[in-house]
Structures are given as structure tokens and as C-alpha cells.
Antibody, heavy 115, light 112 residues
Framework: EVQLVESGGGLVQPGRSLKLSCAASGFTFSNYYMAWVRQAPKKGLEWVATISTSGSRTYYPDSVKGRFTISRDNAKSSLYLQMNSLKSEDTATYYC????????WGQGVMVTVSS | DVVMTQTPVSLPVSLGGQASISCRSSQSLVHSNGNTYLHWYLQKPGQSPQLLIYRVSNRFSGVPDRFSGSGSGTDFTLKISRVEPEDLGDYYCLQSTHFPDTFGAGTKLELK
């Protein structure tokens, strides 16, 4: 059974940093692109970052480029999202998702950016 | 960036009835490799999104055949026949042909 389990969320002040993790199991993690998607409260879905199978290529929308960094550890079947210079508009539930089809999703982790 | 225009915003349906959701993209979603990366998701209340249809018309594992996807180029449709209570929620289309990946704004499927 495929499982994606996010962790690392919480309350953080504007301008500070936070690192999210996603532990994957039930599939060959190293064979799949991986992504982060977020959803602000009562809003729609927004793609945040994607990483290639080896980690050599990463992709971001302009809204987070230069502030967020996606990475992975294939030996640990883990995905990460380092979020720096956080803003109030980054407040959202963050999901990790597998593949370019986003076929499996984690349960999500809440990040609240507030003073 | 590719803009995904999803309609309608809200779709009242009767149980047992049919529903149709449209997604139009601002440019062709045909990738240079020939694939079209247009997908459909359902987010039930309080849950994570779940994949229903990938690459226009392929039902994901375990998805009932009441769900079907069609379209090409810039115009895509999700159809749900014989709507059941567990089908209610928010539906999203996603294009992952062109970075940045972009979602439609969502369609709330609710009881009439």
C-alpha cells in the first residue's frame, strides 16, 4: 500500500524558516518525480515544487522561487521542503504527491505563518 | 503560465443523475513527447485530493467506471454518471504538461 506521510508543520513567525518532510512507502520512491502542493484555508490547490527522480532538476512557481527548496533522499525514501522567509500568504495545508500525474497524496500538514 | 478555466464553480446534482465539468487551457496541453498531462481529482470534505483520471481519459486504480474523462488540445471534460453520495466534494483539473503546473479553480459538486 502506498503511503505518504508529511510532518514538520506548525506555527511560525513571518520571516522565519520551516522544513517539511514526507516519508514515502509502498512504492519505489527513486523511480518517481515528487511534488509539493498547498491549499490555503477555504481555497483551491496550488502547486509549490517538483523534483526529478535523481534530484538534479527542481521546478518552482514564481510565488515561492528563491524562498523554498525541494530536495529528496532516495536512500531514505523521503522528500523535503525547506521554506525560508515565510510570509502570511504561505499559510496553508501542504501535501506531498507522487509522480507527474500526482497519483498519490499524503494527508497534509498545516503551516501557519503569523506573529 | 497556462491558465486553466474550470466551469462551473458549483454544480447541483440529484443522486443517480449525471454531472459534467469542463476545463479549458490557455494553450495546448500536448507535450513534446506526445502525451497530454491533464488530470482530474476529487477532494472530499476534510480529505486529501485523490486522483480520478490521469492523462485525459485513464481511470486511476479503483475508480468506478461512472467516471470518464475526454478531450484534447485545450478542451477537456469530466463526466460522472449515476452520481452517488460519495461523489460529492470539490473537483479539480490539473495540467502538468508545462511548468508551472496549474490547477483549475475547482467545482463543488453538491446535492440539488
Amino acid at each position: 500500500e502506498v503511503q505518504l506521510v508529511e510532518s514538520g508543520g506548525g506555527l511560525v513567525q513571518p520571516g522565519r524558516s520551516l522544513k517539511l518532510s514526507c516519508a514515502a512507502s509502498g512504492f519505489t520512491f527513486s523511480n518517481y518525480y515528487m511534488a509539493w502542493v498547498r491549499q490555503a484555508p477555504k481555497k483551491g490547490l496550488e502547486w509549490v515544487a517538483t523534483i526529478s527522480t535523481s534530484g538534479s532538476r527542481t521546478y518552482y512557481p514564481d510565488s515561492v522561487k528563491g524562498r523554498f527548496t525541494i530536495s529528496r533522499d532516495n536512500a531514505k525514501s523521503s522528500l523535503y521542503l525547506q521554506m525560508n522567509s515565510l510570509k502570511s500568504e504561505d499559510t496553508a495545508t501542504y501535501y506531498c504527491a507522487s509522480g507527474r500525474d500526482f497519483d498519490y497524496w499524503g494527508q497534509g500538514v498545516m503551516v501557519t505563518v503569523s506573529s | 503560465d497556462v491558465v486553466m478555466t474550470q466551469t462551473p464553480v458549483s454544480l447541483p446534482v440529484s443522486l443517480g443523475g449525471q454531472a459534467s465539468i469542463s476545463c479549458r487551457s490557455s494553450q495546448s496541453l500536448v507535450h513534446s513527447n506526445g502525451n497530454t498531462y491533464l488530470h482530474w481529482y476529487l477532494q472530499k470534505p476534510g480529505q486529501s485530493p485523490q486522483l480520478l483520471i490521469y492523462r485525459v481519459s485513464n481511470r486511476f486504480s479503483g475508480v468506478p467506471d461512472r467516471f470518464s474523462g475526454s478531450g484534447s488540445g485545450t478542451d477537456f471534460t469530466l463526466k460522472i454518471s449515476r452520481v452517488e453520495p460519495e461523489d460529492l466534494g470539490d473537483y479539480y483539473c490539473l495540467q502538468s504538461t508545462h511548468f508551472p503546473d496549474t490547477f483549475g479553480a475547482g467545482t463543488k459538486l453538491e446535492l440539488k
